[in-house]
């Protein structure tokens, strides 16, 4: 059957045939583009095509007659001729009734939640999708794209690194958007200028990118003035954000994502994406119209017992009902679709307790979205990472669903935080913590790789800002500074913010290698914020999620000014990949050695470590596969320094120093084997400092 459609400019009209329910989205063949969408109670269905992504009307608009172009619950069309590029967008008719939880308004232009493209950002108004009336001359738009068309070469997916990953968390914009980074201004910001970072990243050792959230997101979803920065604020769950391609062209994005990905790849360095599929953009009972409540309010998300408002288990005003059948499946194939098409090699999922909700908000003991991504043989060899907490008080770190998700170890951070602070009765959790957690990692299943370790993240004070500030400093955001969190664990060393005190700020590069060291020697995949290898400050703001600007981010001057500490970084990143121990997939005994390659508890003698909640000190050591020699490791968070006797080495062996953060720049990493040897078996730990030696290797 075929029906017709008119073209208002021309009073011409086209021929379109009824197309099919499947695939959703838009999808091409050679004769053509396939059109289907889902709307439950949608009454009216209209494609509206647009010549030009910036064209204040549509050229042609296609009203779907129910008859031909709805099966159950979805609406579709195929339209001859369309081909890669097409630029559309969708308008759906029905109940205005949020009281009965629908929000439909058949004035407002609709991303289609299935788009592989978005456009139209420079002529975007949020405002225009809040208040009444038409807003096509303001609106996003999709956009078709053939996934076809991109030649990968012979690039795929990277399976998981051999041994640990270390992964380096970063805001793709803020890595190159300095003009300090050197990269050209149209490439600052973009995935394009990433890709001329790539020496830097691969010098500094890391294996995994994990992109702060790079789906298409709404930037206009701040307080007046700002500028949702972070992009914890999705609109599109299948297009690349247009505004970080320097080809601003409408499938730009796309193929300037995929270069990305596969010159990452040819560098080995694996790409997780931060992925938010716990809210959208459309906010609460007042947010904008923009994609999923125009098609199916009802659906797309968690309503209160009062169904005009929503159930918010994010604090940004809605939850995606995750646990919904159609919702399910669109988190399923958005997955899918960037494993498959986009060569995509992990997700990082935001809050994704949220994940673990049932439509009625209460947390479910076997949630099907989960259980299927755990199931999924397209994802079986990417990294999935979960966030497993949400922001109604839902806390499941080392309890969430499923076998296969590693987990942000938020108790890592915190107990490390409080030892090299100074506070009491932390030792016995912090030797957990460097073991990697088998106390909260406690299934059959479970091994040291779940345990994502991490000192910093983009959520909270940088490293430099940790040893700098004692309180949050975040008036800039407008929000009177109650916004971001006060529990940061924080110490200034004596004064806070900046100073030109030399002997605090040596104190604080101390502060700041104890804190990378625990990090890459303890048990677990460790995770490094962009900026803390040079010690970027934010000035002491511990939510810059609207920040634009010079205080996000990354400084490349810095490169040279704390090349010393960023030379520390990497070489401690280099040492961690060399001990074959820290590979080990299996966790090691906790409190004493049952065969080599576990670790072994000491105090300021051998054997004799000081559990008392007043002790501020700790060694360890591993004994490492042969030939290499046994790790010590001395902790002294103590206001004054201890002296540490060393066990006696057989045969005669030595032990030889890698490692002293109170030691000048230069000196205060040594690789193993060039290390001066220690002799007598005694030797001083300066006040908050962390000491690391190596036994010669055995003498044949």
Known sequence: METMAKIPKKNLTITVEPGSPYPLGATVNPEGVNFSVFS???????????????????????????????????????????????????????????????????????????????????????????????????????????????????????????????????????????????????????????????????????????????????????????????????????????????????TGPVREFQDMVKALHKAGIRVILDVVYNHTAEAGADGPVLCFAGFENSAYYMLDDDLSK????????NTLNANHSVVRRLILDSLRYWVEQMHVDGFRFDLASTLSRGED???????????????????????????????AGLYQVGSFTGDRFAQWNGPFRDRIRGFLRGDQDVIERL??????????????????????????????????????????????????????????????????????????????????????????LSHGTPMLTMGDEVLQSHQGNNNPWCQDNELAWLDWDLVESESGFLRFTRELINLAKGLGVLQNDQFWSATCPKRKGEISWHGVKPGLPDWSAGSKHLAFSIEQPKPSGTLYVLLNAEDHEK???????????????????????????IPPGEGNPIAPRKILAVARSVVVLMSEAPRH
């Open 643 to 669: 002296e540490f006797t060393l066990p006696k080495l057989p045969d005669g062996r030595r032990w030889l120093h890698v490692i002293n953060t109170a030691s000048l720049p230069n000196e205060d990493i």
């Open 431 to 520: 030797m957990a913590r460097i073991v990697g957690s088998p106390d909260l990692f406690s299934t059959p299943e479970s091994q040291p790789w779940h345990s994502i370790n991490f000192v910093t993240c983009h959520d909270g004070f940088s490293l430099m800002d940790l040893v700098s500030y004692n309180q949050k400093h975040n008036l800039a955001n407008g929000e009177d500074n109650r916004d971001g969190s006060d529990n940061n664990q924080s110490w200034n060393c004596g004064v806070e913010g900046p100073t030109n005190d030399p002997e605090i700020l040596r104190l604080r590069q101390q502060q700041s290698r104890n804190f990378l060291c625990l990090l890459m």
């Open 40 to 250: 439950k109670y949608g009454e009216e269905v209209e494609l509206l095509l647009f010549s030009g992504p910036r064209d204040p009307r549509p050229s042609t608009r296609v009203c779907l007659d129910p008859s031909p172009h709805r099966t159950h619950h979805y609406w579709h069309v195929f339209v001859p001729g369309l081909v890669h590029g097409q630029v559309y967008a969708w308008r759906v008719k029905g109940p205005g009734r949020p009281e009965q939880g629908h929000r439909f308004d058949g004035e407002k232009l609709l991303l289609d939640p299935y788009g592989r493209g978005v456009t139209g950002l420079d002529i975007y108004d949020r405002k225009s999708a809040r208040l009444p009336g038409d807003n096509c001359e303001r609106s996003l738009r999709s956009v078709v794209i053939d996934s076809n068309k991109y030649d990968w070469e012979d690039d795929h997916t990277l399976p998981p690194t051999e041994g640990r990953q270390m992964i380096y968390e970063m805001h793709l914009a803020g890595f190159t958007k300095s003009p300090t980074s050197g990269v050209s201004e149209q490439k600052r910001g973009t995935y394009a200028g990433l890709i001329e970072k790539i020496p830097y990243l691969l010098d500094l050792g890391i294996t995994a990118v994990e992109l702060l959230p790079i789906h298409h997101f709404d930037p206009q979803d701040a307080p007046a003035g700002k500028t949702n920065y972070w992009g914890y604020s999705s609109l599109s769950y299948f297009a690349p954000h247009s505004a970080y391609s320097s080809d601003r062209s409408p």
């Open 361 to 391: 908000g209460h947390p479910m003991d076997n949630p099907p979205i989960l259980w299927a991504i755990e199931s999924d043989p397209v994802l079986a060899g990417t990294s999935m990472i979960a966030e497993a907490w949400d922001a």
């Open 310 to 317: 929503y159930a918010d288990f994010t604090g940004c005003g």
